[in-house]
């Protein structure tokens, strides 16, 4: 899956310098099928930059949005990068249990310690405590919290 991610960063590499800044990264988005708005766009670039953390993604950083966006379906990508961006208070690149139970709070749902630690239960799929994106994207499929919920919140 390397060749593909490599294929999209060169392509989109336009100037060649081995690194995408922003307006090459949203190109790289589209093809990925994410029309990304300027928000999306900077903290997707937030997000997967992370070392050398330079304000631009190397392929190195790259490959980890692409595998991630290839584990989310196509349609979903953007409501799943924007409802993530939004969890992730902090920009720790994991949605931890405070934060959880903020947005429960706010949805006006039911946010005890057990609720929290059920729902992170559901969705934590590699037991580590917190939810990643792809984790996310699976709960979204799923809904514990309803695509309405999230799109409620972070209007
Ligand atoms: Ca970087
Ligand atoms: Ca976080
Ligand atoms: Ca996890």
Known sequence: MGSMAEAVFKKHDVNNDGK??????????KELDVTASSNLLKATMVHYDKAPKNGVLELNEFKNLVADMKAIQNSKREEVLDAFFKFDKDKSGFIEPNELKEVLTYLGLA?????????????DSNKDGKIS???????????????????????
């Open 20 to 29: 995408m800044d922003a307006k090459e990264l949203q190109a790289a988005l």
């Open 133 to 155: 994106i792809t984790e996310l994207a699976n709960v979204m499929g799923h809904t514990v919290v309803g695509a309405e919920d999230i799109q409620q919140w972070t209007e």
């Open 111 to 123: 946010s005890g310690e057990e609720i929290v630690n059920t729902m992170i239960g559901v969705a």
